[in-house]
């Protein structure tokens, strides 16, 4: 109904429920919302009622006038002048610290607190009377916190409850002291945390039990990181008395020195065993990190001493050690981890000193020497060297001092591991590993007589350590590249390498001395890098980078370890064998003999890859697989794949076909046998090993057909026998075609009666309920008989057999009925394609009719051949240029030149146009 500015960023808003709303147009939200309804505002103002302007307005303003109260708020000085119908109201926003007045009035000083915070912190809306410094504003408002957190305080000590459980005191504090002390931390105001707060808690032991208690969040969130001695002090002595020791290190590694009673806190730490805080105590106040790490490594040994298995703190114990050692020489501060900018290289060199030391500070006589480097390594080798390792990147590990540990350090492991007895084989290995790669660094200083270099070589080159092999191998490597090795000779180390199975350093040897047949071998015995090995060998193969003897290394080598090639991949062994070893077919065959199925893969493989790139053995294009391995591979397919034989032979050439069909013979494959016999132009030979594999199935079937027999059993015989039947059928339907109508007829005629004599012996040996099987296959076979031979010759046979003379007549009649059923639809057939025929025929004469009675435009006035007009042929005496031939494509020649430019004979000059295309678009 209404909207005025109150400020520039306030707004008033009044709705038709007559509510006042004050929104905050930065936030987009209502601060407060006010009902004045009882101001009774005044309506309809004669501006939207039109009658100032004799009623020009629209109906809508009109209407919009019912609820008009434009005339009746007014702004004045940031207040709301509101006309009623029974006076004038003013309402206006309050102070800042009238709305805490207010709150405190009713009693609600942790609202006023928390509202007060919020116009600290910029998040307060509507605030009204507070100067625009910012300095001063936080003045005033840390003043006014400091004021309403007395009040509160007053109010929780008086009303402490004196009845009923200690639970409900300390609610009662609960509720209190965090919302105070994090109004003093959000303000700042540490002074009055510590001080007149801390002082006025101290008065009630809960109240300061819970005070103490809440410095931990805060301490912990990194909102407190300097505290009063005092309070921290007692701070410790609550936690202590609770046995709260992980919260005292947390709370102690997350504060400055200043904060804390070192004496306190150091005595604390080492009566407790809290490492980290006297850690950081020590490094941070004075600067000395050698002290906690020799007295926790002393400690860490004795727990270590004579125990194969240590308990779990002790070994995290020895877990933060080693992290402690890493800040302290990698210039980081323990445990945060953040830089040391003041002290790290002077931190970090004493503590390398204090681990080079041969005793520590009181040494006992049982005590051994280099204690320290001792334990750590005794604890983990593995982690203590990474952590030198990383040390060592360090600028002040790099300088003439630095150097100098470096090689201090050296000289000790020596004298620790190499030496020693207490150290496993894995840890020796370990050291040597470290100590090359200290070597190999480019700027490594490191002094080692010949005599160690060789012991680190053997070390690590040990054939049984399968530990750590990787990283082994890579500081040989290393040690091989800087040329340390070179007074060892390439020959002891690729010995070496060999034994330890290091691949990669066999590689570079192998290739610097020209040894490819070993390198093939390099590649296959390293499971992580076989798939290298067909680059290699391509390159080796193909590129004429390399002599003939280094690849006739690698094709023998390739040879040999054939059976290996095939089993990684036989695609691509197949591939090399065609480009690179076409002639060693034979010998790759002999390596994997006694293998049948790889054997076949193998030529499968090559037959394939031969058969997609036919060009690739020969050079030409054509049949590129020679005779020799087709008849190999269909001698290995009849023993492997036998099924597939028939298929194979049928889509492809290029074999000898004597030799498949003896094969073939050998194993016992009648189908492929029949094929190449049809091919070779034997169709009785073929026909008759087609019927004695039919005759053979068919007595498998009677013996099948008892009553006693299995219906498994029956079924797949009779599966058996129908393939074969119908083997038998196709053969006869694809032969006859070629042959004559008697010895088409004969050839059915012996099928027929065949399978006459079987129906014949079916009925004499079979149950009931078998009996009708071979009677539908006879069906089946008169049907494909239909065409080939005459109807009356067969169905004479058939109604003069035994079988069906005595049968009843609804055999006879389904058999009859498939004759019938397949002459009408041969009938049907022939009728279909005799109609469509014609029906072709009679749409072409049509078409050619239609188009020889259209005209034909002449588009050329003259002969293109001879150049002279057409028109001469009206009145020229030249009979010979009387004729003109025209074509469809309105070109227009003289006859007779059209037979001299063609050459054409002809029996007559009137020879029609058709003979001739036109010489310009060769259009008929």
Not at 131 to 157: K, N, P, Y
Not at 428 to 436: E, K
Request: aromatic fraction near 8%.
């Amino acid at each position: 109904m209404n909207i005025k500015w109150m400020n520039n960023y306030l707004l008033s808003v009044i709705d038709i429920a007559e509510r006042l709303h004050v929104v905050d147009i930065r936030s987009q939200s209502v601060i407060d919302s006010v009902d004045i309804s009882f101001v009774g505002l005044t309506y309809q103002s004669s501006f939207y009622k039109g009658l100032a302007t004799t009623r020009s307005v629209s109906q809508a303003m009109a209407l919009a006038g019912d609820s008009s109260c434009s005339q009746s708020i007014g702004m004045y000085q940031g207040q709301i002048v509101l006309l009623g119908n029974n006076g004038v109201f003013v309402a206006s926003l309050r102070m800042w610290f009238e709305r805490v007045e207010r709150l405190v009035s009713k009693e609600k000083e942790l609202e006023a607190i928390k509202f007060v915070l919020d116009i600290y912190s910029g998040q307060a809306k509507g605030v009204l009377g507070l100067t625009r410094d910012a300095q001063e504003r936080r003045g005033i408002l840390r003043r006014q916190v400091r004021s309403l957190i007395q009040t509160a305080i007053d109010r929780c000590l008086k009303s402490v409850p004196v009845h009923g459980k200690i639970d409900i005191l300390k609610e009662h504090f609960e509720a209190v002291i965090p919302v105070c002390m994090e109004a003093c931390t959000a303000t700042g105001d540490y002074e009055f945390l510590f001080g007149s707060l801390y002082d006025r808690f101290s008065l009630d032991v809960m109240a300061r039990s819970v005070y103490l208690q809440c410095l931990e969040p805060m301490i912990l969130n990194d909102d407190l990181d300097d505290l009063s001695p005092g309070v921290f002090k007692d701070f410790i002595e609550l936690y202590e008395s609770r046995d709260q020791f992980v919260s005292i290190e947390a709370c102690v590694v997350r504060l400055k020195v200043s904060s804390f009673d070192i004496h306190q806190v150091v005595g604390v730490c080492r009566q407790y065993d809290l490492f980290d805080g006297l850690a950081y105590v020590f490094t941070t106040a004075f600067a000395d990190a050698r002290t906690p790490l020799e007295e926790y490594l002393l400690r860490l040994r004795r727990e270590m001493r004579g125990k194969p298995n240590l308990p779990d703190e002790i070994v995290a114990l020895g877990n933060k050690l080693i992290v402690y050692l890493s800040c302290c020489l990698n210039g980081l501060t323990y445990p945060s981890g953040l830089p040391n900018d003041t002290h790290a290289s002077a931190i970090a060199l004493d503590v390398f000193q204090s681990l080079l030391a041969r005793h520590s500070r009181s040494p006992d006589d049982a005590e051994p020497v280099f204690v320290h480097l001792r334990t750590l390594l005794d604890f983990n080798t593995r982690e203590t060297l990474n952590v030198f390792a990383m040390a060592f990147n360090q600028p002040y590990f790099n300088d003439a001092k630095g150097l100098e540990f470096q090689q201090q350090l050296v000289d000790r492991l020596q004298q620790v591991v190499v030496h020693g007895e207490d150290f496993e084989p894995t840890h020796v290995s370990a050291v040597f590993t470290f100590i090359a790669r200290l070597m190999t660094k480019p700027d490594a200083k490191i002094v080692i007589n010949r005599m160690l270099i060789e012991q680190t070589l053997e070390v690590l080159c040990v054939a049984d350590s399968r530990s750590r092999h990787d990283e082994r191998e890579t500081a040989v490597m290393e040690l091989y590249h800087s040329g340390v090795l070179k007074h060892i000779g390439d020959k002891l180390v690729m010995k070496l390498a060999e034994t330890a199975k290091f691949f990669r350093l066999c590689e570079i040897l192998y290739e610097k001395h020209n040894m490819y047949d070993k390198l093939l071998n390099c590649y296959l015995d390293d499971s992580l890098r076989k798939g290298y090995i067909f680059g290699f060998l391509q390159r080796v193969l193909i590129s004429p980078l390399y002599e003939e003897a280094d690849r006739q290394l690698v094709r023998d080598a390739f040879i040999v370890r054939f059976a290996d090639l095939l089993a990684l991949d036989r695609a691509k062994t197949a591939q090399l064998t065609v480009s690179s070893l076409w002639n060693d077919v034979p010998r790759l065959l002999k390596v994997i003999s006694s293998d049948i199925m790889g054997q076949y893969l193998f030529v499968k493989a090559l037959f394939d890859f031969v058969l997609r790139t036919p060009s690739t053995a020969t050079g030409s294009e054509g049949t590129a697989f020679p005779m020799e391995y087709h008849d190999i591979f269909i001698e290995l397919m009849c023993q492997v794949r036998p099924d597939t034989v028939y298929d194979h032979i049928r889509s492809n050439d290029g074999f000898d076909a004597d030799r498949a069909l003896e094969v073939c013979r050998k194993y016992g494959l009648v189908k492929p046998m029949a094929y190449l016999l049809e091919k070779r132009g034997d169709a009785d030979q073929a026909l008759d090993i087609l019927m004695e594999e039919f005759n053979r199935m068919v007595c498998h079937y009677l013996v099948s057909q008892r009553d006693e027999a299995s219906t498994e059993e029956y079924e797949k015989t009779l599966h058996a026998t129908t393939d074969t039947a119908r083997l038998v059928m196709d053969f006869c339907q694809r032969v006859g075609m070629k042959m004559d109508q008697p010895s088409r007829e004969k050839m059915w005629l012996r099928v027929l009666e065949f399978m006459l004599s079987a129906i014949k012996s079916t009925d004499a040996t079979c149950g009931d309920s078998r009996k009708s099987d071979l009677r539908i296959l006879c069906v089946d076979l008169l049907k494909c008989m239909t065409g080939h031979v005459d109807l009356l010759v067969f169905l004479k046979l058939i109604l003069e057999d035994p079988a069906y003379r005595h049968g009843k007549f609804g055999e006879l009649r389904d058999l009859l009925l498939g004759i019938v059923d397949a002459y009408s639809y041969e009938t049907i057939l022939l009728s279909s394609t005799r109609n469509l025929l014609y029906r072709d025929i009679h749409n072409q004469i049509d078409r050619k009719k239609k188009s020889a009675s259209k005209a034909i435009s002449v588009s050329n006035d003259t002969c293109k051949i001879c150049d002279m007009s057409l028109r001469i042929a009206s009145y020229s005496d030249d009979k010979e240029k009387t004729h003109l031939a025209v074509f469809r494509c309105g070109h227009a020649f003289h006859t007779v030149c059209l037979k001299n430019l063609q050459s054409t004979p002809s029996k007559s000059e009137k020879e029609p146009p058709r003979a001739f295309r036109c010489p310009e678009c060769k259009h008929p």
